[in-house]
């Protein structure tokens, strides 16, 4: 990584060219990709941050592929990322989390050799109350020989992504991402328009602060997950206790325990077999993030990174975070037969 000093102020587009110069064999696609995303975040975030005067608050009528109620904000994200992102000759094709299939580059413009996924706006049921909110992306190389980005191309395991990131809109706007040399993270100057490097080469402690689970379903959960979360707090096993924060916007949780140290859960629970959370738009990026910045991310039992896909919008369950607090989720689940018996 290059070397700055605490003085120089570096914008998101020098720190890509930057890095783009140690790797002599790029073309210089992927950090047109990043460009445009960090173009279509101030975009949201303006609209985000003038969400109430807008008049755009509050539900529309339709319902995205999970059956949700769409926010006319996640709409106006969705479609302004696509704008941003369809025309600049980088991408083959895009999965969203609010549209149902792949999304096509329109004819007249040139497909390019990436992919991106994205789920536009993260907790989004939030806006009204003004909770930060977030958007997460996610970039792989297209697999197949065709023109145009094929199932098959977006449907790869999360360890192939070349680069994912996340924007938080909240107090002020940050974009994070990595390309595999790393997480940095830079903040959003509204004086001038600029994302500002802020934070450079983030780490995540390898034992965390805090535990950000919802346990509202407590009563839905089997006993590992129920003796994991006892121990989590201290209450067995002898571990000093994690401090509970809980937004319910994945990216504000994600990236506070990132910053702090601490573990995110999703679990199973009786209503929801295969957890809430979607591998490809939220679980992949923030895995791949959390990796290069010396965490871990698991189902409970497996590598984020290591799942293959097998469609678009697949739930996953998700322990992620500080290292050691995510091995004692896997610590817990190597038991899960003989306690789901016992
Ligand atoms: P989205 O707004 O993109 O649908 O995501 C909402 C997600 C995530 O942000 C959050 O962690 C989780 O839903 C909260 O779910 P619960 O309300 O079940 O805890
Ligand atoms: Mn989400
Ligand atoms: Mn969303």
Redo the contacts with the bound molecule.
């Keep these: 990584m290059v070397n700055h000093t605490a003085t120089s102020v570096v914008t998101i587009e020098r720190f890509i060219i930057e890095q783009e110069r140690l790797h002599p064999e790029a073309t210089g696609e992927l950090s047109g990709i990043l460009y445009d995303m960090a173009l279509a975040a101030k975009m949201i975030a303006n609209k985000v941050r003038r969400a109430g005067l807008a008049d755009i608050l509050g539900a529309t009528e339709t319902a995205n592929v999970q059956g ?1 109620i769409q926010q006319k904000l996640d709409i106006f994200a969705n479609d302004t990322i696509v704008k941003a992102m369809d025309h600049g000759g980088r991408l083959c094709a895009m999965a969203s ?1 609010e549209e149902p299939g792949i999304i096509q580059i329109p004819d007249g413009f040139r497909c390019g050799k990436y992919c991106l996924l994205f ?1 536009p ?5 939030n806006i009204d109350v003004n909770v930060p909110v977030g958007t997460i992306f996610s970039v792989v190389q297209k697999i197949t020989r065709g023109r145009h980005g094929e199932m098959e191309d977006m449907l790869q395991p999360g360890r192939r992504q070349v680069a994912s990131g996340y924007v938080i809109y909240g107090s002020s706007t940050m974009l994070v991402y990595t390309t595999g040399q790393g997480v940095h993270g830079f903040t959003l100057d509204p004086s001038i328009g600029e994302f500002l490097l802020s934070h450079p080469n983030i780490r995540i402690p390898d034992e965390g602060r805090y535990l950000s689970v ?1 346990d509202s379903y407590e009563g839905q959960w089997d006993e590992p997950t129920r003796q994991l979360m006892r121990k989590y707090r201290g209450l067995e096993g002898g571990r000093r206790p994690l401090s509970v924060r809980y937004v ?3 990216v504000a ?1 994600f990236h506070r325990n990132l910053l702090g140290g601490g573990v995110f859960c ?1 679990p199973v629970n009786k209503k929801n077999l295969n957890g ?2 979607r591998l490809l738009y939220e679980a992949n990026p923030l895995a791949f993030i959390c990796e290069q910045a010396g965490g871990a991310a698991s189902d409970g039992t497996r590598r984020v990174l290591d799942i293959h896909p097998h469609e678009l919008h697949q739930r996953v369950p998700l322990y992620i975070g500080s290292k050691r607090d995510v091995d004692l989720a896997v610590q817990t689940f190597a038991h899960r037969s003989e306690l789901v018996g016992a």
């Design positions: 949700e989390e789920d706006l993260d907790g989004s049921s919802n319910g916007s994945l949780d999703y809430k959370l």
